[in-house]
Each structure stands twice: as structure tokens, then as C-alpha cells.
DNA sequence: CGGTTTTGACCGGCGC
DNA sequence: GCGCCGGTCAAAACCG
């Protein structure tokens, strides 16, 4: 089976210029609708965190699974989306980017859903798997198939509820969606019937 | 055949 | 300095 794509993202703080953009964030909009809105009020957006805080932060998976609240945990560092990085060389060469602190900024948030195949129109390449620990599901790791995009995002499931899958993005998509709309519709149908 | 997944090795950061 | 840990690479397998 081909786990291509899961839930969209788009944390766009501008505003949609683009159809495209529209659709991410009618599609954001959906996630919220779909999980508990409440629960989406738990965000949180943490300014100035140093790269090892965010990972801390994004270890904190068990704070998720403890408190059934928090659901999503955003830690916005200052993006400038700096991560041109990697990426432009294929080679194991040792690239010296300058910045030491690059903070990146991730957004994460959690759905309900048994299939971890959802698709946000955007294409997706895996590249790792991790096991997690105190988890007993692995984590994925994607990255986005775009040329010049950097966007990845990881997907994992608690261990405790096996209905919820904790995606988090990392990156801004540069580009638009590919897949129509058609496709997205499906998807709404699809997160509305295992959300029953 | 080309793109994607798989999977163990590898790497850099951090704590001890 | 060493080992753990999260994240990434990359080669081979896999699939449409």
C-alpha cells in the first residue's frame, strides 16, 4: 500500500493569495472541525526556542498522551524558513550553513483517524522510519517530492490511542497542490466517516 | 523503467 | 570522551 500523503498543514499566517492556499486552509479548517476545536484552542506557539528546545518540545509526545489535552503543539521559532540547507547537495559533503541556531518552525496537530494515508494533495517521499520510544508505533518521516520544497513532516501514533495520529510539518510548501480538489473531497469524506 | 519504500548505517547534539 | 537518541542518508528492493 502506498502511505503517500496524510493531512494537510498550511500554518500560513498570511493570507491566501492563491486558490491553492485557499484550499490549505479550508482544509486546516477541516482538521480543526474534525478533531475537538477545543482542543485546537490548546495551541500553542512558542517564540525564540532554541532547536534542541523544539526537539524537547516535540519529544514531548507523552505530554500529549498523559493529558488528552494539548493535542497540538506548535513551536514557532522565529521562521525564516532558513533551511535551504541539505537538500541542494545530494553528496554527503559537509555543508557549513553559517547559522548555528536555526530555528525552524513546526506546527503540529493531531487527528483522528485510523488511516494515516490521508491525503493533502501534496506529494510525499518517505525517507525514515524511527521507532519511538514508550511508543509502540514507529514514526514516519516525509518529505515533501517538489523540487526546491524542504517541507517534511513526521507522522506517529500514540501508543495509548491508536485512533490518533500526530502529524507535524516543518517547512513551507513554495508550490501549489497537485491534486485536485476532486481528490481533497474524497478525503473530506473519508475523515468524516472514520471521525464517526 | 522511474519513482517510492525499506531498512540498517551514519551523524551531530546532548547528557553523563 | 563516550554512549544515547532523534533524525537523515542511501542502496537495494519494490511496485505500477
Known amino acids: ?11 500560513s499566517s498570511s493570507s491566501p493569495s492563491s486558490s491553492a492556499a485557499a484550499v490549505n486552509s479550508s482544509y486546516l479548517t477541516l482538521n480543526m472541525v474534525n478533531n ?4 485546537y484552542n490548546n495551541y500553542h506557539e512558542q517564540m525564540g526556542l532554541m532547536e534542541k528546545d523544539l526537539q524537547k518540545y516535540e519529544n514531548s ?6 493529558h488528552h489535552v494539548s493535542p497540538s503543539s506548535s513551536s514557532l521559532a522565529h521562521g525564516d524558513g ?3 540547507i541539505m537538500a ?4 554527503k559533503t559537509n555543508i557549513r550553513k553559517g547559522e548555528k ?3 525552524k518552525p513546526k506546527h503540529a496537530f493531531q487527528t483522528r483517524s485510523q488511516v494515516d494515508i490521508l491525503d493533502d ?4 517521499r518517505k525517507y525514515g522510519q524511527k521507532a519511538v520510544k514508550n ?12 523540487q526546491g520544497c524542504n517541507v517534511k513532516k513526521q507522522v506517529q501514533r500514540l501508543s495509548n490511542d491508536d485512533g490518533i495520529v500526530v502529524t507535524t510539518y516543518e517547512g513551507t510548501h513554495s508550490h501549489p497542490i497537485e491534486k485536485s480538489t476532486d481528490n481533497f473531497e474524497h478525503i473530506l469524506t473519508q475523515m468524516q466517516i472514520y471521525s464517526r
Open 101 to 103: 541556531k536555526i530555528r
Open 36 to 39: 475537538n476545536p477545543a482542543d
Open 121 to 124: 494533495g501534496y506529494r510525499w
Open 88 to 91: 541542494a547537495a545530494a553528496g
Open 135 to 146: 511508543n509502540k508505533f514507529p514514526r514516519n518521516y516525509y518529505r515533501c517530492t517538489h
Open 1 to 11: 500500500m502506498n502511505n503517500n500523503s496524510d493531512p494537510v498543514f498550511s500554518y
Open 82 to 84: 532558513s533551511q535551504l
Open 61 to 66: 509526545e507523552e505530554m500529549v498522551g498523559g
